[in-house]
Structures are given as C-alpha cells and as structure tokens.
C-alpha cells in the first residue's frame, strides 16, 4: 500500500514545479487582498530598515533601483506555492517577486507549526497536509476544493491572540522569507540571466549557490538568527518532485538533465555547512551565546538530515504514496506517536470490533499499523493507517474470517483477517486490485482502552 520559459522574461525562479490542479485558488481573492495590505509592507519595512543598511557600498550600488514586487497571484503558475524569483523586464527594470498567495501559505504552515510545537503535538502534518496538495486534485474532496490550512490542521481561530504563538510563528515565518529575499537579491546583485534557454545547468546550479551565499552573508552580518529555515526546506522537500513523480527512471533522469535548480542534497548540505561555519556570527547578539549558537547548529544539522532524506529512495516514494492517501481526518492534531484514528472499544463477544495495533509487512519489510474495526452482524467496517494516509475497509465475516476490501488514496486490494481463539489477536494478509494475498501480511494485537 505503500516551468516553463515565459518570453521577455529572464526568470531566476526559487522552484519549477507543476503544482496540482487548484493550487492557484486555494485563498479567494477578498483573503488575499487583506493579506496584501498587511505582509508586503512588513516585508518593504524589513527589507529598508534592515537589509538596506548591512550592505556594502558597492552592494548597494549593483542593487540600485531592484523594486520588490507582490502580485496577488504567481505571475508564473507553475511556480505556486513557491512563487519567488527575481527577473528582468523588457524595459531593463529588474524586480525581486513573490507572491501573497505563496505567502499566505507559508505563514498559515508555520503558524500551525508554531501552535503544534509550542502544544507539545506532533508536528508532521504541515509537511503532510503540503504532500497532500502537491498529489491530490481539488475535485477529490468533498467541496470539490482544496481545504484550508488552519482548519485542515485544527488550528484554533483565536491563535492569533497567543503572544508565545505569534512569537514563534515570528522567527519561523519572518527568517525564512528573509533568507528567500536575499536569495532573490542575490541574482540580482551578481546578475544572474534567469533560468532560459542557452543557460547551461551546471551555471545555473552555480547562480544558486552564490545566491545562498550572499543571503547568509547578509543574515550573518544582521546577526539575523536563521531559526526557521529548516521549517522551510522541510515543506519544500514535500512539494519539490521527486524520482516516483515521474513514470519511470528515464523519465526521472530526463527532467534532472533539464532541471536547473531542483532542490538537492548536495545543495543543502552545502546550506548546512555554511549555516554552521557561521554559527559564532549569528549568536553574537543573543543574551545567551552558547545557547543561541547551539540552536544555529541544531538548525543546520536538520538541514543536513534533510539532505539524507532526499537521498532516501524509500522515503521519497513515501511522500507521494502519503500525499495521495492523505484525507483532511488524517491531520487532525495529535501527539508524537499517536496514530491520527479514532479509538473503539472493544464490543463484548464480537471478533473483528474494537481498536487494534501491529505490524503491516511486504517483501521489503514492515510498518507499524492501527486497525479499528466496527461490526454489525456479520458487516463489518473500519480505518487503518500506517503512516501514509489513513485508509478505510468494509468486508463480511465468514466461517470465521473477515473478508475485505481496502482502499488507501488511489490505491486498493482485498484481505483476509482470522481471529484467534481468545479475539486478542488478528492476522491475515493484504493483496493489491483483486488479489489478496499478493501485497503482504497482518499481525495485530488488540488494543486495551484507558
């Protein structure tokens, strides 16, 4: 169960990406247009009362004149949710992009983000909720849309009014969009021709190094702790295509020979690595010195854990595998190690009813598993999930053995579960279509409610 060239435009864009159906409108316009009388100007604030004066002279000077430009919408659609770029107009104007929308999205993730960590919960879901877009069209949810971020993920509507949430939330929206700003400006100040045809790859990957450079160079200078970046990187690495995007490995390959800058392992490590070197230049104005360049270290080392992440075939197929069989119910709030499913108790007298936990296994190995089952007579239904969504089953009872059939996202099958004599115990297997024995097997044992 397991961007295309626009003509007159020199694009130095964050991410090319082809964003599900539907992305473009997950805010309405009346939301949209709040925001865009709110965040720009914080960001015009930052970007003049901060960013401006740590420059150095001849920095300033190649800068001259690059405007800061927040369209509503990504002017480039395929580059939602990760609309940033910087390019060069026909009359030679040069600006720096981003959109509300990629915005908006950004700052309700690491709102919830904020809540979830500062609640002692779990906090996966934004990731899996960014999977969930990413692999999912709007048309497979109940409203025939997108739903929303904050509801999605159970945020609570006064949220806004916790001071240590709006703190937080704070140093993980505001280091972020900082550290993508000064990327952007970072192609501008070395000139960077955009990402079009005649700019060869391995240039362009190098345009993407120089930008990282200069944004930490300037963070560092502003000793600008750079708090939220790992946050964003994490969310990236859920949306940013990957091998089981494509049909096959040629396909795969195909797309890397034309990528210019598709977020890499070696591109992070490359980012962990110089976040550290900074470390001491980046605590220097904390209060507690060792404390503060601890938490720097802590940020670069998950951005290098980040990077084996990418390398891990098995995890990068879990994405995709987890952003189809994503349902809203899935990212309901939770604690570390919780399965995101709802507890039965266990009906007196009836095999396959109640709350059960185990292992799921396949030829490469096994996961742990939740079962809830519900019976009436002889019909039985229920939810499993094992990390990748949560899937649902219905099936019979007969001669004593539970025959189902199972479906997770895109993807089903049929099973068979038997009971041992004292109901404690389930086992059985899972097959994929019509089969189903061909996947793997079931080892549960029930589950006692407190």
Not at 373 to 380: A, F, H, K, N, T
């Amino acid at each position: 169960m397991k961007a295309g060239w626009r003509a007159g435009l020199a694009l130095s864009c964050w991410l090319l990406a082809s964003p599900a159906t539907g992305m473009a409108t997950l805010y309405d316009e009346a939301t949209l247009a709040y925001w865009s009388r709110i965040t720009p100007e914080d960001i015009r604030r930052v970007h003049d009362e901060n960013l401006v004066p740590a420059l150095a002279a001849d920095e300033r000077v190649r800068l001259a004149g690059v405007e800061l430009a927040f369209p509503l919408r990504c002017p480039v659609p395929a580059s939602e949710p990760f609309c940033y770029y910087q390019q060069t107009l026909a009359d030679g104007r040069r600006q720096v992009v981003m959109s509300v929308a990629s915005l908006r999205l950004f700052g309700d993730l690491a709102l919830a983000m904020a809540w979830l960590q500062l609640e002692g919960l779990s906090i996966e879901t934004p990731a899996q909720y960014l999977a969930m877009l990413r692999h999912r069209r709007p048309e497979s949810f109940p409203e025939g849309r997108y739903p929303l971020p904050l509801a999605a993920l159970g945020v609570p509507d006064d949220v806004r009014e916790r001071k240590e949430v709006m703190e937080l939330h704070g140093k993980i929206f505001t280091s972020s969009v900082v550290f993508v700003l000064l990327h952007e400006l970072g192609h501008a100040l070395h000139r960077h021709p955009g990402y079009g045809p005649g700019v060869a790859r391995e240039a362009a990957r190098r345009h993407e190094t120089e930008a990282d450079e200069f944004a930490l160079d300037v963070m560092a200078r502003l000793a600008y702790p750079p708090l939220g970046m790992s946050v964003f990187f994490t969310l990236l690495a859920h949306w940013e295509p990957n091998r089981w995007h494509f049909a096959d490995e040629a396909a795969h390959r195909a797309h890397l020979a034309e990528a210019t800058h598709p977020l890499t392992s070696d591109r992070l490590r490359g980012l962990a690595a110089a976040l550290a070197e900074r470390g001491d230049a980046f605590a220097r104005a904390e209060p507690d010195f060792v404390a503060a360049r601890a938490r720097v270290v802590g940020v670069a080392d998950e951005i290098g854990r980040l990077a084996d992440f990418l390398d891990d075939r098995d995890i990068q197929e879990g994405i995709v595998r987890l952003g189809r069989a994503t349902e809203p119910a899935v990212l309901k709030p939770r604690r570390a190690g919780e399965p995101p499913i709802d507890r039965a108790p266990p009906e007196a007298g009836q095999p396959f009813a109640g709350t059960f936990r185990g292992m799921l296994g396949d030829a490469s190995g096994e996961l742990p598993v939740w079962l809830v089952l519900e019976r009436q007579g002889d019909r039985v239904r229920g939810a499993f999930t094992y990390g990748l969504g949560l899937g649902q089953l219905e099936g019979e009872v007969q001669a004593g053995r539970l025959h189902f059939g199972w479906t997770l996202g895109l993807e089903q099958g049929l099973g068979v579960l038997e009971a041992a004599a004292d109901d404690a115990r389930l086992h059985g297997s899972w097959g994929r279509e019509r089969s189903a024995d061909d996947g793997g097997y079931w080892e549960l044992w029930r589950e006692e409610l407190e």
